[in-house]
C-alpha cells in the first residue's frame, strides 16, 4: 500500500530534550516536506528536500533540523524542544517538485507534539 | 509572495443540501496548481480535488466540484448532496508551477453536517 509513515503519532516531552520524528514514503517520492499545524494558522512549511541530500528552509524552519541521506526518509530534528513548538506535525510527499510534473502531496497521519 | 485566503472559519449545512467553500488566492504567475483538502477528525489530510491553472475546465470529484475564477483569483469548492462524512476541517492550497518549492496553505474551513 502506498503510503507515507510517521512515528511516534503521540509525543509528550519536556523543554531541551532532543527528539526526533521520522517519516518514511513508499512511492519513490523525490520531494518531501514537513509542516506543523496550529489553531487558527493553517499549515506552515518548516522544511522541504527536493531530492536526497537537497534541503532548504520553510516559513518556520527555526529550532528545527532535517536530513534526506535516503530518497525515502526525512526525519525532522527538534535539537533542543520548547513549548513553543507544541503543534501537530504533517510530513508529506509528491512525486517531484520539478516544473511541470505531477506534484500531488501525500500525507502523513500527523503527529501530536506536546513540549512541557 | 503568494497568499490563499480562506474568509470562512466555519460554516455548517443541512445533511443532503449544497454548500460552496470559498477561497481566494494572490499571485502574479499565470500557471500554478490549486488544492482542496479535507481534514477529518481523524487528522489525515485527504486530497478533495485538484486544478491546473491552465485549465478552464473546472475539476470535478463526484459530488465535489471547483468554480475556477482566473481572473477574480477565486477557487471556491462546491460540495453537493452533503453527507456527515463530509464533516471535516477544508483547506485551499496553492502550488506554483514555476517554483519547485512549498504549497501555501489557506487557514481553513470547518464545515459542520446538520442532521
Known amino acids: 500500500e502506498a503510503q507515507v509513515t510517521q512515528n511516534p503519532r503521540y509525543l509528550i516531552t519536556v523543554t531541551g530534550k532532543k527528539l526526533t520524528v521520522t517519516c518514511s514514503q513508499n512511492m519513490n517520492h523525490e520531494y518531501m516536506s514537513w509542516y506543523r499545524q496550529d489553531p487558527g494558522l493553517g499549515l506552515r512549511q518548516i522544511y522541504y528536500s527536493m531530492n536526497v541530500e537537497v534541503t532548504d528552509k520553510g516559513d518556520v524552519p527555526e529550532g528545527y533540523k532535517v536530513s534526506r541521506k535516503e530518497k525515502r526518509n526525512f526525519p525532522l530534528i527538534l535539537e533542543s524542544p520548547s513549548p513553543n513548538q507544541t503543534s501537530l506535525y504533517f510530513c508529506a510527499s509528491s512525486h517531484s517538485g520539478r516544473v511541470g510534473v505531477q506534484d500531488t502531496q501525500y500525507f502523513g497521519p500527523g503527529t501530536r507534539l506536546t513540549v512541557l | 509572495a503568494q497568499t490563499v485566503t480562506q474568509s470562512q472559519p466555519e460554516m455548517s449545512v443541512q445533511e443532503a443540501e449544497t454548500v460552496t467553500l470559498s477561497c481566494t488566492y494572490d499571485t502574479s504567475e499565470s500557471d500554478y496548481y490549486l488544492f482542496w483538502y479535507k481534514q477529518p477528525p481523524s487528522r489525515q489530510m485527504i486530497l478533495v480535488i485538484r486544478?491546473?491553472?491552465?485549465?478552464?475546465q473546472n475539476a470535478t470529484e463526484n459530488r465535489f466540484s471547483v468554480n475556477f475564477q482566473k481572473a477574480a483569483k477565486s477557487f471556491s469548492l462546491k460540495i453537493s448532496d452533503s453527507q456527515l462524512g463530509d464533516a471535516a476541517m477544508y483547506f485551499c492550497a496553492y502550488r506554483s508551477k514555476n517554483r519547485d518549492d512549498k504549497i501555501i496553505f489557506g487557514k481553513g474551513t470547518r464545515l459542520h453536517i446538520l442532521p
Open positions: 486544478q491546473e491553472a491552465y485549465k478552464q
